[in-house]
């Protein structure tokens, strides 16, 4: 399921390049319904091309991305130099270094089929969103192992639930799938 291998300079500058503006991350930031003061975080940034569009929303809050590869941050943090609301740091989603309830929403844009370990992945990002906190995996529809078909969805919305969120559930927003969930609002006897 998930990389192995860290992404060479070449193989991030090309990505970058070629997945400047995907109409899929205005579509994230959109679904997402952010707040002014919310805490976003990305799991997989990549170019930080949905860090910037929730940087212009969350304008008393902070968008931050991580991307386990150093070349991809090098370029986010460059296209983001205009937010001082913005941050991107190495890392990924088994390790994130962020304490306890750090977010109000976390998200990852295709890139949740990179994930080395999905559970121990979505335990930590349930450790890192605030009680009532919201979780949006976003993946291409496909039948292709970079995306999600239905069923491939609905096995990661029951995963969930059987992790501790609540509220899970599939959408279908212009051929790509949210599957999203919540923390449960008093989580201090799960977590």
């Known amino acids: 399921m998930g990389d192995e291998q860290e992404w060479s300079r070449f193989k991030s500058r090309f990505y970058s390049l070629v997945y400047w503006n995907p109409k899929s991350n205005r579509l994230l930031v959109e679904v997402a319904d952010l707040a002014p003061d919310d805490r976003v975080l990305d799991i997989g940034c990549g170019p930080g091309v949905a860090v910037r569009g929730a940087a212009a929303v969350v304008t008393d809050g902070r968008a931050v991305g991580v991307d386990r590869s150093p070349s991809m941050i090098d370029i986010a943090r460059k296209r983001a130099a205009e937010f001082d609301n913005v941050d991107f740091a190495v890392g990924q989603a088994e390790d994130l270094g962020f304490p306890d309830d750090a977010f109000t929403i976390a998200w990852t844009a295709h890139a949740f089929h990179h994930w080395a370990d999905t559970d121990a992945g979505l335990l930590e990002t349930r450790r890192v969103l605030v009680p009532g906190g919201r979780l949006l995996i976003v993946e291409s529809k496909t039948t292709g192992e970079h995306g999600f078909s239905l069923d491939r969805a609905m096995d990661v919305q029951f995963k969930l639930e059987e992790l501790?969120?609540?509220?899970?559930?599939?959408?279908?927003?212009?051929?790509?799938?949210?599957?999203?969930?919540?923390?449960?609002?008093?989580?201090s006897a799960t977590r």
């Open 164 to 187: 501790g969120f609540a509220d899970a559930s599939v959408e279908l927003h212009r051929k790509t799938y949210f599957v999203g969930a919540r923390v449960p609002a008093s989580t």
